[in-house]
């Protein structure tokens, strides 16, 4: 009896509320150096290098809900600004000339197909057939 009630215990205490963010990766048309976050408890923000070691590419994990800002320089010169705004459904990047985000999370549209229905009634003749030769 105690150990039902100490496991439905548990399972109500630990449902929560769980939301799937949405991941993201920023491409650029130049070499990206330096990252520098508003509010790293919004997103975390991490550089990926490619095989050819382009260093043009970050990847954006949301971590919770909100919105900040993050610049990085580019080329060793210009500096970029970027707005982020995370909600429970989508990662929305607004991104400067020069930039380009792709979502990797994002569901996409719906492919839908049929296949091919059974025949419904099979028609065979009423020969009789044994060891695959016909016997009537």
Same mark, same amino acid.
């Given at each position: +009896?105690?150990?039902?009630?100490?496991?439905?215990?548990?399972?109500?205490?630990?449902?929560?509320?769980?939301?799937?963010?949405?991941?993201? =990766?920023? +491409?650029?048309?130049?070499?990206?150096?330096? *990252?520098? *976050?508003?509010? &790293? !408890? *919004?997103?975390?923000?991490?550089?990926?290098?490619?095989? +050819?070691?382009?260093? &043009?590419?970050? +990847?954006?994990?949301?971590?919770?809900?909100?919105?900040?800002?993050?610049?990085? %320089?580019?080329?060793?010169?210009? %500096?970029?600004?970027?707005?982020?705004?995370?909600?429970? %459904?989508? !990662?929305?990047?607004?991104?400067? %000339?020069?930039?380009?985000?792709? !979502? =990797?999370? $994002?569901?996409?549209?719906? *492919?839908?197909? @049929?296949?091919?229905?059974?025949? $419904?009634?099979?028609?065979?003749? &009423?020969? @009789?057939?044994?060891?695959?030769?016909? &016997?009537?």
């Amino acid at each position: +009896m105690l150990k039902n009630l100490l496991t439905i215990l548990t399972i109500l205490c630990s449902s929560v509320t769980v939301f799937a963010y949405q991941d993201c =990766i920023i +491409m650029s048309d130049g070499k990206l150096t330096d *990252i520098n *976050i508003e509010d &790293n !408890t *919004i997103v975390d923000i991490t550089p990926v290098i490619t095989v +050819m070691n382009e260093k &043009n590419t970050l +990847m954006v994990h949301p971590l919770k809900q909100g919105s900040t800002k993050f610049c990085v %320089l580019k080329n060793d010169k210009s %500096l970029a600004l970027f707005t982020i705004e995370v909600t429970e %459904l989508e !990662t929305i990047i607004t991104p400067p %000339l020069g930039f380009d985000v792709f !979502t =990797i999370d $994002s569901p996409g549209n719906e *492919i839908e197909f @049929n296949l091919d229905e059974p025949p $419904s009634k099979l028609n065979f003749d &009423n020969t @009789n057939y044994k060891n695959g030769k016909n &016997n009537g």
